[in-house]
C-alpha cells in the first residue's frame, strides 16, 4: 500500500538491532530480564523523555523465527512470502561472495562405512581439519562440467559451498539422509528444471567421496539447504531510502546486501560501527546497525553477559542520538531468552525515539513495552510506522 | 503455517474452559466482575507467581459467538470458515449418537390451524408431553423409504431428529415459517443434490402431521438447521496430540468428538473430572476439561452463582496443577456477563500457567488481563502460543 505514497527526504533513520533482545524471567537468577536488569541510564533517558514503546512479533504469535525471518520482517517484507535459504545465510555468515545466480548449500563432513552414514558429523572434527579436508577438495576439484565448486571452511566439522556458472537450480532435495545410521542419499531433482544441477552436484559429491575415500573419519561430506540468492524487491528502492548496512558479523551484511543496501566495511567493534555511522552520516537516510552479542549471550543461557552487552550498547547511544536522526528504533529480530538457550516466540521489546511520538514516559524493558503506545504489532508492520515518524509517507486518499 | 513445524512430545497441555467465563460489571449488585469478586486463592497464586495474562476474541470484535464457535476457535480453528451446525449441536447435546452421513435437524412441536401455524412452541407443552409424542412418532413411523428417522426429546416443546440412510444433503432450507400466524412451509432443496433428502423430510412432516391431527395443541412439527457431521480436520493429527475431553454436558464431548478428540466417561461432577483426568494423565498430551455452570449462571443473570461456581474450580486446581503439566490454560469460549443475561461479545479472560512466560505478577480478572502479556489476540491464534509453550513447535525459518 505505502508504494505510491512514499515521500522523498533526508531525514534519517536509525535501526539499532539487538540480535536476541527480548528475554523472559531468569529464576532463580533474577524475576527480571536483562533489558530490566541492565544499567542502560542514556537509553531510559531517551526512553522516558522522547520514547515511545512497544513489541512485535516477528512471524506471528507462538513462533519462533529463525535470522532470516526476524530480519526480514523488521525491514517490512512477510517473512512467510519471502525467504532466505538455509545455504545462502550459511554461505553469508561465512563472508562469502554470494552472486546472482549462484546456488549455495550448507555442508558437513560426515563419515561413511560401505555408503552407511555413521557419523553424520564426523565425530566433530576440529576446525582445522575441516580446513584442511577443505583445502584438499579444492585443489583437486574446482569444477564440474563447467560449473565452477567454491568452498569454505566453518566451525568444526561444517562448511559451506557455491556452486557459480549458468542453469543452476535450488529445487533439489538435501543430499542428507538426515539420520545416522542409513544409506547415504544423492539430490534429487524436484522438477524437470532441477536435473542439469542434481546431477553436477552428485557428480561433485561422487568425486569427493572417491577423493577422501582413504581418511580415516571424515570421508564423505553431506550437503542440504540448497537455495539462491532470493528474488527479493529491494528495500532502498521500495522505501526511496539509500541504506546501509554496519554490522561485525558477516551473516547480518550478507542479509543486507541480499535486500540491497550497501555494506562498506567490516566494523571491529561497536566504537567502530559509530565510526562508520559517523562517516557515512551525511550520504545515507537509513541506517541498520546490527549487535550480535546479546543473542549470543541468550543462546548460552548468560545472563550477566547479556546484561553487560546491553549496557555496552547504552554507552555508544549518546554519540548516535547527538548525530540528531529523526528515528531511532532500538528493538531486536526475535527473542532469545537466557533461560531457553535458544530463539524464542516471546515478543520483542520496541523503543522508537521520535519527536512526533505520543511519550509514553516509560523506561525500556520488556514489561513496558507491553504497556507502550505502539501496542503490540507485527515487525512487519514496524516499517511504515517508522516512515510515517520520518515524514516519508504522504497522506493516504483524499 | 504451523503444520510443517510441529515436534512431538509428551508434555502435558490442559485447558480448563469455564464456559461463558467473561463478564462485565454488574452494578447495582458489584461493579466487580464474578472473576473479580470471586475468592479463588489457588489460582490468583499460580497467576501471579507463574500466570501470563491476556484476552481472546472468539469470532471477532464485537461478535456474539454460539457455543459451535466459541469452541472451534479455542481449539484454533478459524470460526468463519469451519462450522457446526444447528441440527449437529442440538443432536450433540442430547448425547445421541450422530455417525458420518447422518443428517440432524432441530425440532419443535407447534400448533397448526388450517395449516396456520399458530403457536410455534405448542403452548410450550410440559417435557414429559414432548417425551409421550415422540414416543407416538417412534412407534408409528421409524423410516421414510428406508431411511431410518431417531428422535429423540428435549426440554419442553423442543426435541431433535436424527435421518440415517444413503444420499442424504443438508442443502436444505428450514421447514418452518419462522414467524407466528403464516402457512407452514415445507423444506425446499438448495441444491439438486438435496431433491431426495427434502422428499423424505417432507414425506416424515406429513406422516406426523396426520398422526397427530387428533392432539390438542402439539399438532405439527417444525424442522430446522439441517446439518451433517462437518468436514473438519482432525485437532490430533493436525497438532500431533492425543487428546481427551472431560465434560460434564454432553453437547462438548460431542464437539470434542467432531474434531477427533476421544470422550471416555460421561463424569458426574468436578471431582468425578479430575478422577478421569488422573487416570489418563499418562496416555494423553491434551485435555479439555469442561466447565458448564459459570455459562448457566451468566444465562439465568445470577452473580452470585457465578462465583460460586468460579470458587469450586479453584478448589480442584491445585490437583491439576500437581499432575505437573507443562501448560494450564483457563479461560472461556466466549463471555456471558450477568447483567445481558446471555453470550456477549465481550473479550474473554485468558490465564495461561507455564514456565517459559514472561510472569505478569498479576492475579486473574477481566481488567488484569487486559494488562497481560499476551495482549487480546483471537481465539484461534491460542493454540500457537500453547503449543509454543510445551515446545510442541519447531523454528521458523534459518
Redesign the interface.
Known amino acids: 500500500m505505502i508504494a505510491n505514497i512514499i515521500l522523498n527526504n533526508n531525514y534519517k533513520i536509525i535501526f539499532l538491532i539487538l540480535d536476541g533482545l527480548g528475554d ?2 531468569n529464576p532463580p537468577f533474577s ?1 527480571q530480564t536483562p533489558l530490566e536488569a541492565a544499567k542502560k541510564p542514556e537509553i531510559d533517558k531517551l526512553a522516558v523523555n522522547s520514547g515511545i514503546l512497544g513489541r512485535i512479533i516477528p ?11 526476524g530480519h526480514l520482517s523488521l525491514f517490512g517484507y512477510d ?2 512470502i519471502y ?4 545455504g545462502v ?1 550459511e554461505v553469508l555468515g561465512l563472508n562469502m561472495d554470494l552472486q546472482d545466480g549462484d546456488l549455495a548449500a550448507r555442508a558437513n563432513f560426515c563419515t561413511l562405512n560401505n555408503n552407511i552414514v555413521t557419523d553424520r558429523r564426523a565425530g566433530r572434527i576440529a576446525t582445522s581439519e575441516t580446513e584442511r579436508l577443505c583445502n584438499r577438495i579444492t585443489q583437486e576439484i574446482n569444477e564440474i562440467e563447467g560449473i565452477k565448486v567454491i568452498l569454505k571452511p566453518g566451525k568444526s566439522h561444517r562448511f559451506a559451498i557455491i556452486f557459480r556458472g549458468e542453469g543452476l537450480s535450488d529445487e533439489l532435495t538435501d543430499a542428507d539422509p538426515h539420520r545416522e545410521n542409513r544409506p547415504f542419499v544423492y539430490a534429487q531433482p524436484k522438477t524437470e528444471n532441477a536435473v542439469f544441477t542434481s546431477k553436477i552436484i552428485n557428480n561433485f559429491i561422487k568425486k569427493v567421496t572417491t577423493l577422501l575415500k582413504d581418511e580415516a573419519i571424515a570421508n564423505g561430506i553431506l550437503l542440504r ?1 540448497f537455495s539462491r540468492k532470493p528474488d527479493i524487491p529491494s528495500f532502498p528502492s521500495q522505501y526511496s531510502l539509500k541504506a546501509l548496512a554496519i554490522a561485525t558479523y558477516p551473516m547480518y551484511r550478507g542479509i543486507a546486501k541480499v535486500l540491497g543496501m550497501d555494506v562498506k566495511e567490516e566494523p571491529r567493534d561497536y566504537h567502530d560501527m559509530l565510526r562508520v555511522l559517523k562517516e557515512n552520516y551525511q550520504e545515507y537516510q537509513f541506517f541498520f546497525l546490527h549487535i550480535k552479542e546479546t543473542d549470543l549471550a541468550g543462546e548460552d543461557g548468560n545472563f550477566p553477559d547479556k546484561v553487560k552487552t546491553i549496557e555496552l550498547v547504552d554507552s555508544i547511544v549518546p554519540d548516535i542520538f547527538n548525530l540528531n536522526p529523526h528515528v531511532i528504533v532500538i528493538t531486536g529480530d526475535h527473542s532469545t ?1 537466557c ?2 538457550k535458544g ?5 520483542v521489546p520496541l523503543l522508537m525515539i521520535t519527536k512526533t511520538g505520543e511519550r509514553d514516559g516509560l523506561t525500556f524493558h ?2 513496558n513495552c ?2 507502550g503506545s505502539i ?2 504489532i507485527y515487525s512487519k508492520q514496524l516499517i511504515s510506522l517508522v516512515l510515517a515518524h520520518a515524514f516519508k509517507l504522504d497522506k493516504y486518499g483524499a
Not at 59 to 69: H, K, Q, R
Not at 83 to 86: A, F, W
Open positions: 523472559i524471567q524475576y512471524v506471528d504469535i507462538g513462533i519462533t523465527p529463525g535470522s532470516g525471518p517473512p512467510v525467504e532466505i535459504g538455509r545465510l539447504g531468552p533461560p531457553l530463539h524464542s516466540w516471546h515478543p520488556e514489561r507491553s504497556q501496542g503490540t
